[in-house]
């Protein structure tokens, strides 16, 4: 096996700097692809253009990336060069993960249950959806589109031609048009995640399912563990396992899902580190970042195991007040080194106390006062 010292990460944001942040600890260091002028990865490691992809190519030994929507085209060649140490995770994780269609055909040729669904190409389509799976119903792009953005939820039929004219030009306009995919609205409690890690060799360790709530289609806060779902580990860890096999995949990857009252339903997978893991870097006894360095270096994987109970939060917009947050005792604050931005993710909080809610509360209301 190629001798690994630098891993070549394509993108640069925030998600690319805690990545790197974990290898410095295990003596790696890490290299970016990423055309945004001050990206947060810069902070850590030589960043490369789009242009200065063959430079990049030089000085990695290895690859991974950090955004889904990395053109498979470039994955395939980073996967296909005979003196390099391989594309982590393969190009058909991204290929199933940027297209909503395969992504849910895939989940059902595993047995794994997701939503009823149908693809939406015309107008007289959305219709024949609305009619067959109900109302109300999400209908979203199959390609692209994170955070809440890329839906509409069609409540009534006086909101079809409204969503029509919102989504269906995602089908003909664009570089790569595609259709919609209409899913069924369920009943669910809760959102939760898994993460999993998968090494070279094919070994496989779970952190525990999180719970997730979210704000204006934005992650907001993360509970580790999520409470009262542990007799749904095992169906969790037995669907991401699938899902991990299929795809010969090496690296983490997040599995979505949905708590109903006849078990889990997923949503969708992330093939990278993702924001519902970012309580590991405190609050296991080995953090995501790392897990997925190790598997792309070809490493033993790390302990998943939880540490104490954590909460994460997420800053989007604006800053907190530093001295605030900081005089709030289990509080652990990441600061990406982004600019503000009405909705943008710039930071998170890690709460790890004996009285979580009351350290929680506190952190909660100092980003309130932003």
């Known amino acids: 096996m190629k ?8 993108g640069g944001g925030q998600l690319g700097m805690m990545l790197a942040q974990a290898a410095l ?35 990695s030994d290895v690859f ?17 060069l005979d003196d390099k140490g391989g594309m982590f995770p393969p190009a058909k994780a991204l290929s199933v993960a940027q297209d909503r269609l395969a992504e849910k055909a895939l989940f059902n040729e595993l047995g794994v249950t997701t939503v009823p669904y149908q693809a939406v190409n015309t107008l007289d389509e959305l219709h024949n959806a609305c009619d067959t799976l109900g109302l109300p119903l999400v209908l979203k792009t199959s390609r692209g589109g994170y955070d809440g953005k890329g839906q509409f939820v069609i409540k ?13 030009g995602a089908i003909t306009g664009g570089a790569m048009p595609a259709p919609l995919i209409a899913e069924g609205f369920i009943n669910f409690s809760r959102e939760v995640s898994i993460i999993a890690v998968r090494s070279q060799s094919g070994n496989i360790r779970y952190y525990p399912l999180v719970e997730n709530h979210h704000q204006n289609g934005i992650l907001a806060k993360t509970i ?44 969708e997978i992330a093939p990278r580190v993702h924001n519902s893991g970012h309580w590991s870097i405190e609050g296991a ?25 954590s909460v994460m939060l997420n800053i989007i917009g604006k800053y907190p007040d530093e001295n605030q947050l900081l005089s709030i005792g289990g509080a652990h604050y990441h600061h990406y080194h982004k600019s503000e931005r009405d909705g ?13 809610a009351t350290a929680v509360a506190s952190a909660q209301q100092t980003l309130n006062n932003c």
């Open 3 to 10: 001798t690994i010292h630098t891993i070549g990460i394509l």
């Open 25 to 59: 600890k295990l003596g790696l260091r890490c290299v970016f692809l990423e055309d945004a002028p001050n990206a947060p990865a810069s902070l850590y490691g030589q960043v490369y253009t789009t242009s200065e992809l063959d430079d990049f190519i030089k000085a």
């Open 64 to 80: 991974t990336l950090e955004f889904e929507n990395t053109p498979v085209a470039t994955a395939e060649r980073l996967a296909n």
């Open 156 to 168: 009534t039929t006086d909101d079809i031609a409204q969503a029509w004219a919102e989504l269906g």
């Open 224 to 267: 580790a563990p999520a409470q009262g779902v542990e007799n749904l580990n095992q169906s969790a860890q037995e669907s991401i396992a699938k899902i991990l096999e299929n795809l010969n995949y090496v690296g983490v990857l997040t599995l979505e899902l949905f708590v109903t009252d006849n078990g889990l339903i997923a949503n």
């Open 285 to 309: 006894n080995c953090s995501q970042f790392e897990n997925h360095i190790r598997a792309v270096a070809g490493l033993p994987l790390g302990d998943t195991s939880i540490v104490k109970p």
């Open 344 to 356: 943008r993710k710039i930071g998170h909080i890690t709460v790890m106390a004996d009285d979580l």
